[in-house]
C-alpha cells in the first residue's frame, strides 16, 4: 500500500502560481511513477503531468504544458507540481496518484494508488 497526501492548494489570481506537494509513504517511493490529475466540479478526472522513478521523464497534459513542472524528490519522499501563469480553467481539486509503470497514455483507471486531493481555485 502507498499512502499519498497532498498539500498546496488554495486562491490564487489568474496569472500567479501555486507548488502542490505530495508526500508519499509506505512502499519504497522510487519504485513508483507519480502523476498529478485534476478534476473540475461537474467533471471527469483528467491527467496534468506524470514523471518517472527517476525523474529524468516527464508528460504533460497539452492544455499544461509549458506552464506546469512535475518534479520528484526520493530523498523526501515527495512530488511536486509547481503551477505558473495561472487561468481560472485550471480551477478544480488536484490529486496526487502513484502506479509501478511509465504509460505512453494515462488516464484514471491505470493509477493504483491515489491522495485525497487539495483544492486549487484560480480567480479571473
Known amino acids: 500500500q502507498v499512502y499519498l497526501v497532498e498539500s498546496g492548494g488554495g486562491l490564487v489570481q489568474a496569472g500567479g502560481s501555486l507548488r502542490l506537494s505530495c508526500a508519499a509513504s509506505g512502499r519504497p517511493f522510487s519504485r513508483y511513477v507519480m502523476a498529478w490529475f485534476r478534476q473540475a466540479p461537474g467533471k471527469e478526472r483528467d491527467f496534468v503531468a506524470a514523471?518517472?522513478?527517476?525523474?529524468?521523464?516527464?508528460n504533460y497534459a497539452d492544455s499544461v504544458e509549458g506552464r506546469f513542472t512535475i518534479s520528484r524528490d526520493n530523498a523526501k519522499n515527495t512530488v511536486y507540481l509547481q503551477m505558473n501563469s495561472l487561468k481560472p480553467e485550471d480551477t478544480a481539486a488536484y490529486y496526487c496518484?502513484?502506479?509501478?509503470?511509465?504509460?505512453?497514455?494515462?488516464?484514471?483507471?491505470?493509477?493504483?494508488?491515489w491522495g485525497k486531493g487539495t483544492l486549487v481555485t484560480v480567480s479571473s
Open positions: 496518484a502513484a502506479n509501478i509503470y511509465y504509460l505512453s497514455t494515462w488516464s484514471e483507471g491505470s493509477m493504483d494508488y
Open positions: 514523471i518517472n522513478w527517476s525523474g529524468t521523464e516527464t
